[in-house]
């Protein structure tokens, strides 16, 4: 037996817990109290052998559990007793294992500067001062860094920097919060600023020399974590202008990077939550309503009056064209801090690419690429491995959702309520792209990577696939993907099987939505799934987007959706909105309706106007859709928001815009307002069982409301709350039929704040459990990991088809 007042443990922790100052952390807690023994990491985790007085023992345990380094997520913590003899002498970090089997650690996101670094940096008597790659255990590069695990320098984009002698004594110093951090490095030993302009070096501080381009109104692409940015001066309309048009960005908002938190109050409103999103670790772009006196006028703007006018910044216009929301940012590295300092304005931070291409990550090809829009190239030569761009984030009543999960955030596991058997590679859709390994319980979602459509994506996309395979040493043995077979994402699935012999599971793009909600809420369901988004394809053979499912993460059944109308033009529909609105209005027979909104709609389509009604009625190149997105589009038409788009959602994301926040008041109106039987009864039986939640009557409540003289952002509001009242009804005559209490709400048109809230509100007073969007986005983003989480349910019924075939999700 063991002496009961000595104690020896060999405790083996999983997660991420390699590169976030887990080993440091081990030693300083060992030491202190007073044991002997080893930490190290290996192809699992880490891995503790400690020897000491039991109530010492135990005390490390319960650190481990409840006090872990603040970037690790422990995942798994296994404790093994043996013999209380021990070879060591003190406690010490030992060298890296690796074996020859297969390595299940994970790999730490990268994290924005820590305050300790921050507070480096800006002291002028400190060794690091003014250096812009300042890190440590507790912040800086991980993922964009990591060649392969373990998470040791030589492994990373680091290894060609050899640490000098002071950064080498505080790499091995215990008590030294640089203890063990692979990227450590100074002005002496680590990779140094530069500023190019015209292909030439600019004499003199780098970061000063950037600042002096900004302010005279230049942009200036900036090296990054994961990517290359391009900068210019945001209250400058000149070089905002300038950047768009280089840029080819016509319309979608630019992100914008401030300080500190104090100038981002003078932009916009931010509370107690947003601001704590602000100045995290993952420094998201925090989507925040802007002031009234730096927004574009709109009907409802009223004058703050937290803060005097003079104390109220403006941006320009071509920052975020008609937008009562900006999206703010923090700086995430020293050279963003000192730069932001050295302008002391706020600057546009946008992706370092051209329209839809992913972020550059490489510096010739930034030079290449961005060589047209920039001016000047402000760079060091750290190289990045992986692309990782800013993540996106938009908090409402105190919950924040992840609408772009990258940065900070991937590649931290989310765990699966039923495991994987074997190892699924999900290759998700084909907007907003991103990948999922799921292996086990724990499922890896990639950065977001962008739109397969571009060239420089679709790569992205090919190399992270092969590289997170090499990273997490897994070998897929299924491979899930959407069931349009024209994805680009679906069509290299199918080739890998061919080449693989790999089995394939096809599952539905709107069970795939509700998967990730589930997923996002440890949930298994089934629940009642409201799916809406812009277009997902039907097994019916028809363009899915309004739809209500019964749904678990095994199958599905359509029992209910929008009604269909005519797509004219079909992907031309898409892009010009007023279409939408033409194949509505001949749905419901006012396509000749002489009131003012729609001869102004039809005069803006002009002698277009009867071959795309022609093009709707025959269904000639007008696939039928039950598309929610294109009704917003419809809508936003009719309402003479926007009858072209430039960027996906912005017809929708403007009718939000627009509507009056103050017309309706979800709380007092049940359902919305003098026409609530109207409303009601827009829910009814169509195809057998299979609910039609009629579309064409809040169309025609829009012409009516119109007809009546309320003002456009009254109508605005008005529709977003009956749509809302006709999910409810919906989902309570569903209730009646089956029982089920809880609705998971899914898909891209769920971003919408105004329509969510009002959803949430009406389910919540209907007695329902209502699950949505936190970590994983409700848009395209976060199809691949309800993907792989279908996948892993039907493994566990060892429901997968046979090689090289799909097996699609059930529907009625």
């Not at 060794?127 to 320098?153: E, F, K, Q, W």
């Not at 997923?519 to 053979?541: L, M, S």
Request: aromatic fraction near 4%; charged fraction near 20%.
């Amino acid at each position: 037996m063991l002496d009961a007042s000595v104690r020896r443990v060999v405790v083996h922790v999983t997660g991420t817990v390699q590169g976030v100052g887990f080993r440091p952390f081990v030693h300083r807690a060992a030491t202190e109290l007073a044991l002997l023994g080893t930490v190290g990491n290996d192809d699992h985790g880490v891995v503790i052998d400690a020897t000491g007085p039991a109530h010492a023992v135990d005390e490390l345990l319960r650190r481990l559990d409840e006090r872990p380094p603040a970037l690790a997520v422990v995942t798994g913590l296994t404790v093994t007793d043996q013999e209380a003899a021990t070879p060591h002498v003190d406690f010490r970090i030992v060298a890296s294992t690796s074996a020859a089997d297969t390595r299940t650690t994970d790999v730490a996101p990268d994290a924005a500067t820590c305050p300790d670094c921050l507070a480096e940096v800006l002291d002028p008597a400190d060794r690091r001062h003014r250096h812009a790659l300042a890190n440590c255990t507790n912040c800086g590069p991980r993922l964009s860094i990591v060649v392969t695990t373990p998470y040791d320098r030589p492994n990373t984009t680091m290894a060609g920097f050899a640490m000098c002698d002071d950064c080498r004594a505080e790499y091995r110093d215990p008590t030294n919060r640089r203890f063990h951090a692979q990227p450590t490095c100074c002005p002496a030993c680590g990779p140094t600023l530069s500023l190019h302009a015209d292909g030439q070096p600019v004499p003199g501080d780098p970061i000063e020399g950037a600042a002096r381009l900004l302010r005279d109104g230049q942009i200036v692409a900036v090296k990054g974590l994961g990517g290359w940015h391009l900068a210019a001066l945001a209250t400058s309309m000149a070089a905002t202008a300038t950047l768009r048009s280089r840029k080819h960005r016509e319309d979608k908002p630019f992100a914008v990077m401030v300080g500190d938190v104090a100038t981002a109050r003078r932009l916009c409103h931010v509370d107690a939550t947003t601001a704590a999103r602000l100045g995290s670790a993952e420094a998201p772009i925090v989507l925040l309503r802007r002031r009234a006196r730096s927004a574009s006028p709109s009907d409802d703007d009223v004058p703050d009056h937290d803060l005097p006018d003079d104390d109220v910044l403006v941006v320009a216009d071509a920052v975020a064209p008609g937008n009562r929301w900006l999206g703010l940012m923090l700086p995430s590295t020293p050279l963003h801090h000192l730069l932001a300092a050295a302008v002391d304005a706020p600057l546009v931070l946008t992706s370092g690419n051209v329209s839809d291409e992913p972020i550059a990550i490489d510096d010739d090809d930034a030079h290449a690429r961005l060589g047209s829009i920039a001016d000047a190239f402000l760079g060091h030569a750290r190289p990045i491995q992986m692309r990782v761009e800013d993540s996106v984030e938009r908090v409402v009543d105190g919950q924040t959702t992840v609408l772009r999960r990258s940065r900070g955030h991937a590649p931290r596991p989310i765990e699966l309520a039923v495991p994987a058997r074997s190892t699924i590679l999900a290759v998700g859709a084909h907007l907003k792209s991103t990948f999922c390994l799921a292996d086990g319980h724990r499922a890896i979602l990639s950065p977001h990577l962008g739109d397969l459509g571009n060239a420089a994506a679709w790569s992205a996309f090919v190399d992270g696939i092969a590289h997170f395979q090499r990273l997490f040493d897994l070998s897929p043995a299924v491979v899930a993907h959407d069931l349009h077979p024209d994805l680009l994402s679906t069509q290299w699935a199918t080739e890998w099987a061919a080449q693989t012999g790999l089995p394939l599971i096809g599952v539905q793009h709107h069970h795939a939505h509700i998967a990730s909600c589930l997923v996002d809420n440890g949930h298994q369901g089934p629940v009642i799934g409201v799916a809406f988004d812009g277009t997902g394809y039907g097994p019916d053979a028809t363009v899915w987007g309004g739809e209500v499912l019964v749904a678990d993460l095994h199958s599905f059944e359509r029992v209910g959706h929008l009604e269909a109308v005519a797509m004219p033009g079909a992907t031309a529909a898409i892009v010009q909105p007023w279409r939408m609105a033409a194949a509505w209005l001949d749905a419901i027979g006012r396509a000749d309706d002489p009131l003012a909104a729609v001869t102004a709609l039809r005069d803006r389509a002009g002698d277009r106007w009867r071959p795309i009604l022609a093009m709707a009625r025959t269904g000639t190149n007008a696939p039928v859709t039950s598309s929610c997105g294109r009704l917003f589009d419809a809508v936003a038409a009719l309402l003479d928001v926007r009858d072209t788009v430039t960027y996906e959602g912005q017809a929708a994301i403007e009718l939000e815009q627009l509507a009056d926040r103050s017309a309706t008041d979800p709380a007092t109106e049940t359902p919305a307002t003098s026409d609530s039987a109207a409303v009601l009864a827009a829910v009814r039986a169509g195809n057998g069982d299979v609910l039609t939640l009629r579309g064409g009557d809040l169309v025609a409540c829009v012409l009516d409301d119109l007809a009546a003289g309320l003002p456009r952002p009254v109508v605005a509001r008005r529709f977003h709350h009956r749509l809302a009242a006709i999910v409810v009804a919906a989902c309570d005559e569903v209730r009646g039929r089956t029982g089920l209490g809880t609705v998971a709400c899914s898909g891209g048109v769920f971003q919408n704040v105004l329509l969510t809230g009002d959803v949430v509100a009406g389910l919540t007073a209907a007695g329902f459990e209502v699950l949505t969007h936190h970590r994983i986005p409700p848009n395209d983003g976060g199809i691949a990991i309800g993907q792989a989480a279908i996948a892993a349910a039907r493994q566990s019924l060892a429901v997968v088809g046979p090689r090289a075939r799909s097996v699609s999700s059930r529907s009625t």
